[in-house]
């Protein structure tokens, strides 16, 4: 199993930036270091939707065209940790923000539909006031 944890969300006005994180553990963690990590948000009353995702092994990052240019996902392989800088934020902006693992993709191939992730963090919410 592959545990994950978010934090680093909260409350912010327009404009403002946030730095959200998401710690891996587990006793088969070692098999995601030949996957991606992504960061998916799910607004009220919409489905989940991608965000980012950064590819463990060699850093290669993909974006979401609503947030390309204001967030940047990055990974300390130390500290088994990826995280979503997000600046710039706007209303449209507020979700839960999840954290997740897909274990089973290791190639160029970008994982950004949900059912491709095996693994989900709880979620830490995100709210951008105008």
């Known amino acids: 199993q592959v545990q994950l944890v978010e934090s680093g969300g909260g409350l912010v006005q327009a404009g403002d930036s946030l730095r959200l994180s998401c710690a891996a553990s587990?006793?088969?963690?070692?098999?995601?270091?030949?996957?991606?990590l992504g960061w998916f948000r799910q607004a009220p009353g919409k489905e989940r939707e991608f965000v980012a995702a950064?590819?463990?092994?060699?850093?290669?990052?993909y974006y979401a065209d609503s947030v390309k240019g204001r967030f940047t996902i990055s990974r300390d392989n130390a500290k088994n940790t990826v995280y979503l800088q997000m600046n710039s934020l706007k209303p449209e902006d507020t979700a839960v923000y999840y954290c997740a693992a897909a274990p089973r993709y290791s190639g160029s191939y970008v994982p950004m539909r949900p059912n491709e992730y095996a693994y989900w963090g709880q979620g830490t919410q995100v709210t951008v006031s105008s």
């Open positions: 950064i590819r463990w092994t060699g850093g290669t990052t």
């Open positions: 587990g006793r088969t963690f070692s098999s995601i270091v030949m996957g991606w």
